[in-house]
């Protein structure tokens, strides 16, 4: 399990695979806050320039952190992929979410 509270993943980029921002397999992330921007995938068949998800789930959900803010919006925004999926691939898994999250650009 990936917990993601704040921070930011910025202006990473993978020439040859895919997940410029993350790559998670067999696994579960969860977007608490923060920004995952401007991340790219530069090969045509690099798939997820922020997120590439496989086998694995996404979700928001209240975590254990006692500085949880549940007001705080998560951005995913300006990620490119040279195949599929700028913003979020996902491979066999699902993406949940009951709280804000914005996906733009």
């Not at 925004?77 to 914005?102: C, D, F, W």
Request: hydrophobic residues 25%; contains cysteine.
């Amino acid at each position: 399990v990936v917990d993601l509270y704040g921070g930011t993943i910025h202006g990473n980029r993978t020439t040859t695979g895919s997940g410029g921002g993350m790559y998670i397999e067999d696994a579960s992330l969860n977007m608490m806050g923060g920004s995952i921007s401007d991340n790219r995938c530069d090969s045509s068949s690099g798939n997820g320039g922020g997120i590439c998800l496989v086998d694995a789930n996404m979700s928001r959900s209240s975590g254990s952190d006692p500085n949880y803010d549940s007001s705080i919006v998560g951005y995913i925004s300006g990620n490119t992929a040279g195949g599929r999926g700028g913003g979020i691939y996902v491979s066999s898994g699902q993406i949940s979410y009951t709280k804000k999250l914005e996906i733009r650009g």
